[in-house]
C-alpha cells in the first residue's frame, strides 16, 4: 500500500515541509512539499535523509546500560531502575547541586525537548544547568531581554518586505538560517536582489551567502561590535531617526556619547575594512527606504557577542527600521504567551569560574570544571539530553576526561557517540518520523507567521518510548517519587497549574474561565500535543475555547497538512515590550558596561593566524554523519586556508596540516582558496569521531577531527557565550 504524508522537517530552523511516501509502512521518498504554505517545496539535502535515519541500524531502539566498560541493551524498566538506584543516593548525600545537566541543540526542534526538559531541570533542583545557548545565541537572548523585556522577545530580519539587508556572520545559503525562520533562503535573497533591493554580507570567509550578495566585506574575526558600533556613530553624526519608537524608548540619548570612540577610522585596525566603505554602508543603510541589520553566529559566538547583538539591534532602532516592515521585526506565534515579568540576569554565579546565571544556565564552557574541581556542590552525576558536548563544546577532550571521571551519567539519545559512550545508561527517544511535530521555537523567529502541525508519520516501534515519556520519567526519579511511579499525573498537574494561572490573569483571553472545562477540552491527546492544543487554543490566534469561533485549535491544524499562513509580520511595539520601564532599553548597562573593553581591544595587536568555524549543506552539526547518503562525496572536514598563507609555511593544497592553538592540536587535510581571508583558516566543528566505545560505524569511516579541541575557555563574560571565532592559532605541515 502506498500512502503519502505531509511533515515539517525537524533537522534545522527552516521548517520545510516535506512530503512523505510510505510503502507497506516504509519510508519509499522524501521529497519537498509543493503546497507548503512557507516552504512552497523547497528542502535541502537533509531533509530527504530522515527515512535513513529511521532505518539506521545504529540509532538505538531501546536503552543501554553500561557494564564492564561496554553498552548492552536492557528493557526500559531496568533502565529506570537502574538510574532511580544510582542517581538518588548522590542526590540524598550531596544535594541537587550534584547534578548537571546539558541540554543540546535538537530540543529545540522537538516539542518533547521545549515542553520536559524544564520540568526535568526543576525536579533536579540543581543550578548546575548547561546548555547549547552559550555555544550559540546567548548572546541574542540577553540583548533582547534587556532591551525588550524578554530573552524571547527577538527580531527577526522581514526579508520578503527589505530594500536592504546587511547581514554579518551568517551562511543561511548553507546553514538554511538562525533566529530567522525562513524555507528557502537562496530564493528569498534573490527575490531582494530582482526587487531592485541590496544584500551586503560581511564574513571572513567568501560565503555561499556571499557570492549571493551585491557586497561581501571579509571582516577580520571578532572585529563585528566595534564596526557595528563605528556604523551607529556615522549614523547617530545626523542624529537618530527611530519614528514612531522614539517616543518608546530611553537610553537613545546615550549612545553617541557611549559610541564616541568607535568611528569609522579607529575600528579600521580591528575589522580591516576600510573607513571609506564603513561610511558609504552607514550612508546606504540610512537612506534605505527600508533596511535590516541581521547578525548570527559569527558575532555571536566572540568575544563581544552580547555587544555585537545589542548593536544590530540598536542599528535597526536608530534608523527607524526597528518593528516596521522591511526591517526587524517580531513575529506572533500561534502558542505565544503574554510576556510579563522583567528579564533578570546575575541571579547566582557558578561554583568555580564565578560566572554570572543567565536564563537560569551556566555558560556550557564552564562543565568541565565543575566536575573536576573538589569541594562542595562539585558535579558528581551528569545528563545529557540531545547534546554531544565533547565534540560541540569549547576544549571537548578535556570535557570528554571529565565525563569518564563521573560517578553516574545518563543520557538521553539516540546514539552511541563521543559524549553518550561514557553514560551509565543510555535512553534512546524514538525516530523523529514517529513522533508529531509542531515548532516552538520557531514559529516564534520566522519571517512570517504561520504554523503547522504534523503527527506522527509512522507507528511508534513496539520496544520504542515516546521521549517526553522518558523525560518525565526521569523527571519523577529526580524528584524522588519512584521509578515505578507512574508519571502522568505529574503532566497532567504541570498543564493545570499552568492553566491556573493564565485563568487567574485578567489580561489572558481565557481569564475567568472554568479551567475544568479547559482541561477536558484538551484531554483527547496526551502530552506535548495536548498542551500544544491548549497553548493554541488560548494563544493569539486560538478558538479561546469557544469564544472565539474561527478560531485556531489543534484539530484545525491536523486538517491543514501544507499548515496555516497567517499573514506577514506586524508591528507590535510598544505592546510587546516587558522591560520594567515599558520602554525600549536603548543603553543597557549590564552590556554596555562592556564597551570600555571593546574600545581596549581597539588597540590589541592581532595574532598573525586566527580560527573560524563554518558549517556544510549537507552536515548537521555533529549528528548526521551517520548517515552514508550525506557522508559520501568530497572530504568536509578540511582547513580552509588562503593561497598566501599556505605558501609562506609551504603548505599544498590537499597535504596535510597540523593546526595548533594555545588549548590543543588536531591535523586534518588543508583545502587551499583565495576565497577566506588572509590571516583566517576555517574548520568546521562537529567531527572527530571513531573514538573507542561509540557506535558510528559509517561516521567512524571518515571520522574529521574535533574543531573544539582547539577552542579554550574564553567567553563573553556578558552572555556566557563560548568565543568559537577567532581563536590564534599556528599551522604546520607534517
Ligand atoms: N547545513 C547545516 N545547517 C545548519 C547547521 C549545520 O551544522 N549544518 N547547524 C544549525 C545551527 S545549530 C545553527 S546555530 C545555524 C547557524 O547558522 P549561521 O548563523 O548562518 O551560522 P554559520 O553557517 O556557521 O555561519 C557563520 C558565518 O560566520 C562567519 N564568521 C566566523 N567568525 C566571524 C566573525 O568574527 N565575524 C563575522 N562577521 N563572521 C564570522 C563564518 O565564516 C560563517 O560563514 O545553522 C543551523 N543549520
Ligand atoms: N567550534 C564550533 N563549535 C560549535 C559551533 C561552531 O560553529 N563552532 N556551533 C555551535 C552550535 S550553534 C550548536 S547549536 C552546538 C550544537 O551542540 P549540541 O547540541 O551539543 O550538538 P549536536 O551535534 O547538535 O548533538 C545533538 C545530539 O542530539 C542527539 N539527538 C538528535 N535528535 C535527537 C532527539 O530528537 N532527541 C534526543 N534526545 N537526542 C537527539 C544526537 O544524537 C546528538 O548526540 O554546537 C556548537 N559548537
Ligand atoms: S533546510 Fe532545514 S528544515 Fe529544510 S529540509 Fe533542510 S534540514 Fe530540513
Ligand atoms: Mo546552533
Not at 484 to 509: C, K, N, R, T, V
Not at 660 to 684: E, H, K
Request: proline share 9%; hydrophobic share 40%; with cysteine.
Amino acid at each position: 500500500m502506498r500512502e503519502t504524508a505531509f511533515r515539517t522537517c525537524p533537522l534545522c530552523e527552516a521548517t520545510c515541509g516535506l512530503e512523505v511516501t510510505i510503502e507497506a509502512g516504509r519510508i519509499a521518498r522524501i521529497r519537498g512539499d509543493t503546497a507548503d504554505v512557507f516552504s512552497a517545496g523547497f528542502i535541502c539535502p537533509k531533509g530527504s535523509t530522515l527515512g535513513h535515519l529511521h532505518e539506521d541500524p545504529d540509532r538505538l531502539r531501546r536503552p543501554h546500560i553500561r557494564r564492564n566498560g561496554s553498552h548492552a541493551e536492557v528493557d526500559w524498566p531496568e533502565a529506570f531502575a537502574e538510574i532511580e538506584a544510582r542517581l538518588r543516593p548522590i542526590i540524598e548525600e550531596h544535594g541537587p547541586a550534584a547534578v548537571g545537566m546539558y541540554a543540546g541543540n535538537p530540543n529545540a526542534h522537538s516539542p518533547a525537548g521545549l515542553l520536559y526538559v524544564r520540568p526535568l531541570a526543576k525536579a533536579l533542583g540543581t543550578p548546575n544547568l548547561f546548555s547549547a545557548s552559550t555555544v550559540d545565541q546567548m548572546p541574542k537572548h540577553v540583548s533582547s531581554g534587556l532591551m525588550f523585556g524578554h530573552p524571547a522577545t527577538i527580531a527577526v530580519p522581514d526579508i520578503d518586505r527589505t530594500d536592504y539587508l546587511l547581514m554579518l556572520g551568517a551562511d543561511p545559503v548553507v546553514s538554511n538560517g538562525s533566529l530567522a525562520t525562513a524555507p528557502d533562503w537562496p530564493g528569498r535573497m534573490k527575490r531582494i536582489r530582482d526587487r531592485g533591493g541590496r544584500i551586503v554580507v560581511v564574513d571572513p570567509r567568501r560565503t555561499k551567502s556571499a557570492a549571493a550578495a551585491d557586497e561581501h566585506l571579509a571582516i577580520n574575526p571578532g572585529g563585528d561590535a566595534a564596526w557595528l558600533a563605528a556604523l551607529a556613530t556615522e549614523i547617530l553624526r545626523s542624529g537618530p531617526t527611530p519614528g514612531r519608537l522614539a517616543d518608546h524608548a530611553a537610553g537613545l540619548d546615550d549612545l553617541p556619547d557611549l559610541l564616541a570612540p568607535f568611528d569609522a577610522a579607529s575600528v579600521e585596525s580591528v575589522t580591516g575594512i576600510d573607513p571609506a566603505i564603513t561610511r558609504r554602508i552607514a550612508a546606504e543603510l540610512a537612506a534605505a527606504p527600508t533596511a535590516v541589520v541581521y547578525g548570527r553566529l559569527g558575532t555571536h559566538a566572540t568575544r563581544f557577542g552580547t555587544l555585537a547583538s545589542w548593536l544590530t539591534d540598536s542599528l535597526n532602532l536608530i534608523t527607524g527600521n526597528l518593528d516596521r516592515p522591511g526591517g526587524a521585526m517580531f513575529p506572533t506565534a500561534a502558542h505565544e504567551r503574554r510576556r510579563k515579568r522583567p528579564f533578570r540576569t546575575g541571579r547566582r554565579h557558578s561554583r568555580v569560574g564565578g560566572h554570572p546565571e543567565l536564563l537560569g544556565e551556566f555558560p556550557a564552557s564552564a562543565m568541565a570544571e565543575e566536575m573536576t574541581t573538589e569541594g562542595e556542590g562539585r558535579i558528581r552525576a551528569f545528563i545529557t539530553v540531545a547534546g554531544n558536548p565533547v565534540l560541540s563544546t569549547p576544549d571537548g577532550p578535556a570535557l570528554s576526561r571529565a565525563l569518564s571521571g563521573l560517578e553516574f551519567m545518563v543520557s538521553v539519545d539516540p546514539y552511541l557517540n563521543e559524549t553518550t559512550r561514557h553514560a551509565d545508561v543510555i535512553l534512546p527517544p524514538p525516530s523523529p518520523l514517529t513522533r508529531s511535530q509542531y515548532d516552538l521555537a520557531f514559529y516564534g523567529l520566522s519571517v512570517r507567521n504561520v504554523v503547522n502541525y504534523t503527527p506522527p508519520t509512522l507507528p511508534l516501534d513496539g520496544a520504542g518510548m515516546e521521549e517526553w515519556e522518558i523525560l518525565l520519567r526521569l523527571a519523577a526519579i529526580a524528584s524522588g517519587a519512584g521509578a515505578d511511579q507512574d508519571p502522568m499525573p505529574f503532566d497532567d498537574w504541570g498543564l493545570a497549574a499552568q492553566i491556573q494561572s493564565e485563568i487567574a490573569d485578567p489580561a489572558s483571553p481565557i481569564a475567568g474561565r472554568d479551567p475544568e472545562e479547559i482541561m477536558r477540552e484538551v484531554s483527547k491527546r496526551r502530552g506535548p500535543d495536548r498542551a500544544i492544543d491548549y497553548l493554541i487554543r488560548s494563544g493569539p490566534y486560538g478558538d479561546h475555547f469557544g469564544a472565539v469561533p474561527d478560531g485556531l485549535t489543534l484539530d484545525r491544524l491536523e486538517d491543514q497538512p501544507h499548515g496555516i499562513d497567517l499573514g506577514p509580520l506586524e508591528p507590535r511595539l510598544p505592546d510587546l515590550l516587558s522591560t520594567e520601564s515599558g520602554l525600549i532599553e536603548a543603553a543597557p548597562e549590564w552590556i554596555t558596561a562592556d564597551l570600555p573593553a571593546l574600545r581596549a581591544s581597539l588597540d590589541d595587536s592581532a595574532p598573525p593566524l586566527v580560527l573560524i568555524g563554518r558549517r556544510d549543506l549537507r552536515s548537521n552539526n555533529s549528528w548526521m554523519h551517520n548517515l552514508d547518503i550525506l557522508l559520501r562525496g568530497k572530504e568536509r572536514c578540511t582547513l580552509q586556508m588562503h593561497s598566501s598563507d599556505a605558501a609562506a609555511v609551504g603548505i599544498e593544497d590537499g597535504s596535510s596540516a597540523e593546526i595548533r592553538s594555545a588549548n590543543g592540536s588536531v591535523t586534518a587535510p588543508v583545502d587551499v582558496t583565495d576565497a577566506i581571508r588572509p590571516g583566517v583558516v576555517s574548520l568546521p566543528h562537529g567531527w572527530g569521531h571513531g573514538l573507542e566505545g561509540t557506535r558510528l560505524s559509517t561516521a567512524g569511516t571518515r571520522p574529521g577531527v574535533n574543531a573544539n579541541a582547539l577552542t579554550g575557555s574564553a567567553l563573553d563574560p556578558v552572555s556566557g557565550n563560548a568565543v568559537l571565532n577567532g581563536i590564534a592559532v599556528e599551522v604546520l605541515p607534517v
